[in-house]
């Protein structure tokens, strides 16, 4: 089975500040990783993911995250927030084998203050 | 590509009635999909999971003659909450695994937010 931990409920930042929302996660076999965002009362998309190859991945609305085995941490980084980023975001995780189901942590609301 | 799109995306009903909650996936035959449940500034909790011609699977603790899914066909999954309550009351979401070929990540619906008075 997989876990995923969000370190953080909120964060708060100005705008055009750099931020980052952290991610940690456990499995005892290889996983995929995902990042999507919620903005209030809509559905999930999918920001970026990592399947694998290099660790560094970039997404969509200016986003990257960092793969690291090691410290099995997929954070996710932004060097400049826009008011229009404030929303909840999910940090998620898959078996790489088949079609398993999603493993959702409990979501980090970024706020994004002028 | 891979759209999926929900409807109703919000609906009130009466306490005892039934709704209907549709997924369709827009531009992909989708063989599986997931039906997800949102408490308020909660995450997502996976209900079950529909695959096109055979029964639903369910996660432990969800009821199957209340939430009852149906998956007819490679494009529309059927969310029916029976005999509803207002603790039914919630954030319905519905997910579908597209082909490898359009990647990886499963696309969301945009949700129905269920209100049972």
């Known amino acids: 089975a997989q876990s995923v931990t969000q370190l953080d409920s909120q964060v708060p930042v100005f705008e055009e500040a750099p931020v980052e929302l952290r991610c940690n996660y456990s499995s005892s076999v290889s996983v995929y990783l995902f990042w999507y965002v919620q903005y209030p009362n809509q559905g999930l998309q999918l920001l970026l993911k990592y399947l694998s190859g290099s660790t560094l991945v970039k997404g969509i609305n200016g986003f990257e995250a960092e793969f690291n085995k090691s410290q099995t941490s997929f954070h996710l980084r932004k060097p400049s927030v826009h008011i229009s980023d404030t929303a909840e975001y999910f940090c998620a995780v898959r078996m790489n084998s088949g079609y398993s189901t999603l493993t959702f942590g409990k979501g980090t609301m970024l706020l994004v203050s002028p | 590509g891979a759209v999926v799109s929900q409807h109703p995306s919000r609906v009130i009903c009466k306490s005892g009635t039934s709704v209907k909650i549709e997924c369709r996936s827009l531009?992909?035959?989708?063989?599986?999909m997931f039906w997800y449940r949102q408490f308020p500034k909660q995450s997502l909790m996976l209900m079950a999971t529909s695959n096109e011609g055979s029964k639903a699977t369910y996660e432990q603790g969800v009821e199957k003659d209340k939430f009852l899914i149906n998956h007819a066909s490679l494009t529309l999954s059927t969310l029916t909450v029976t005999s509803a309550h207002p603790e039914d009351s919630s954030f319905y979401i519905c997910?579908?695994?597209?082909?490898?070929?359009?990647?990886?990540?499963?696309?969301f619906g945009s949700g129905t937010r269920l209100t049972v008075v």
């Open positions: 997910s579908a695994r597209p082909p490898t070929a359009l990647g990886y990540g499963y696309t």
């Open positions: 531009d992909f035959q989708a063989t599986t």
